[in-house]
């Protein structure tokens, strides 16, 4: 059962990545918007924010991934709801396949586009005079909390995409994620911030992900603030699966 | 006499909410014959589908598909059945060929490329089938539909309104595919609400209606429900359909 599960995901993995290929613009569409962050922020307030040391566009990145990360899953919410929506969800569930890869193949095939758009963004970034001290083992742990970050917002997405009623609906549960990190340290530091809204910035997820990712960029040695980060990530992570798998047993019962 | 039918039904209920859909749904299928469903709009015709085919859950009864309980042995029904729904179940951004290819890896066979040729050259696809399947016609794209039920050569095909939406033509197509299933041996239930379709097909009609299966037996039983035929003179004009085809031409 196990083995089928691997290859039959791998199938409809292999199907999925195909649709990317065949329609990169869901791409550039996921990278724009981050992207014209990045620009406006960095030429047009940069110059007029007190961050610290260092570059404004190198303070900036970890929030910009992030953001890229919550509008990238907006797609996968609206492929897997077209999926639904075309009969096609209906033939595989109907045939003699591990049940669980449909899901699996939609959750991988969104790591990788996110995978896709994180490197246009950081490539932008460079241009724009990013520069990073991290070694090869940090930039690996950095791939890895995002990784984990796209997971976690992924599995978020699946709720959405499996229990939407129109396309519209589908893709507005990502607002609120992309703005998430407005009220965090992604854009400024948060000791400028009025007391509720600092108290809010300061113990909400994005937070001490992007702090975390900051301290890896700039090569130094990562608090004890990356374990708050894990902890969140794995912690929404398991209890946005166990929702996604509720409404998907709904679904297909 | 059960014992040996391909689908036997008894006593199936299902409600949605307060709305009781089927109310006691009994019927027995031969193996290689077609059965037709026959039943209006919202008569449960599609749930009566959906539960044999293992995507939904019956509030009572019992059912079995080629002697597996559908409660009780999901996967092993799943082994022996093809669905084909009441909207076309194809990959509109993949060619024709990679949606039979698709499918036949996911049934685990051997040479999914060569299978997925042979039934390209049935189904008459063999031009189309580098072709995204965005750019077929309503009927291609049912044929394509069906091709993809026939991989891994199951021995129940359920069909959900195959040939609503289509062309007359199209649908003339389609008959003939379902013929031909049941002449090599396979057992086809099909829902329709087009009367002429289950007449020209089943060697047994069923009508649902109000969740009960109202009447069960051949096309010369149903008639004779009816009061005998008289025998009245009328001028034959030709149908719509006549003329349809004698302008377009019905060469298959």
Known sequence: MTKRFFSDTAVLLGRSLRHITRSPDTIITTTIMPIAMLLLFVYVFGGAIKHGSGSYVTYLLPGILLITIASGIAYTAFRLFTDMQSGIFERFQSMPIARASVLWAHVLTSVVANLISLVVVVLVALLMGFRSGAGVAAWLEVAGILVLFTLMLTWIAVIPGLSAKSTDGVSAFSYPLIFLPFISSAFVPTDTMPGPVRVFAEHQPVTSIVNALRDLFSGQPVGTGIWTALAWCVGILVVAHSFAMVTYRRRIS | ?252
Do not use: C
Request: proline share 3%.
């Open chain 2, 1 to 252: 006499m059960t014992a040996g039918a391909a689908i036997h039904v008894r006593g199936l209920e299902k409600s949605y909410k307060e709305l009781e859909v089927l109310r006691g749904v009994e019927f027995d299928v031969e193996r290689g014959s077609i059965f037709a469903l026959l039943g209006s709009n919202g008569a449960g015709k599609t749930t009566v589908v959906k539960i044999l085919s293992t995507l939904l859950k019956a509030d009572a009864g019992e059912a079995r598909v080629d002697g597996f309980d559908i409660a009780v042995q999901p996967a092993s029904v799943r082994e022996t059945i093809s669905l084909t729904g009441q909207f076309a179940a194809v990959d509109e951004v993949l060619s024709g060929r990679e949606n039979l290819i698709l499918v036949a890896r996911l049934r685990h066979l051997d040479d999914p490329g060569a299978i997925a040729d042979d039934l390209l050259e049935r189904f008459s696809l063999t031009d189309a089938a580098a072709r995204k399947v965005s750019t077929y016609s309503g009927g291609m794209r049912r044929r394509l539909d069906i091709a993809m039920s026939l991989i891994g050569n199951p021995s129940v095909i359920f069909l959900d309104e195959p040939t609503t939406g289509l062309d007359p033509q199209a649908r003339i197509e389609v008959w003939r595919v379902v013929k031909e299933l049941a002449g090599h041996g396979t057992t086809v239930l099909l829902t329709t609400q087009y009367l002429d379709e289950a007449e020209h097909l089943a060697d047994r009609i069923a009508i649902l209606h109000e969740g009960r299966i109202i009447v069960n037996g051949t096309l010369g039983e149903l008639k004779q429900l009816l009061p005998p035929a008289k025998v009245e003179y009328i001028e034959k004009q030709p149908t719509l359909e006549d003329v349809f085809f004698a302008l377009v031409g019905t060469d298959q």
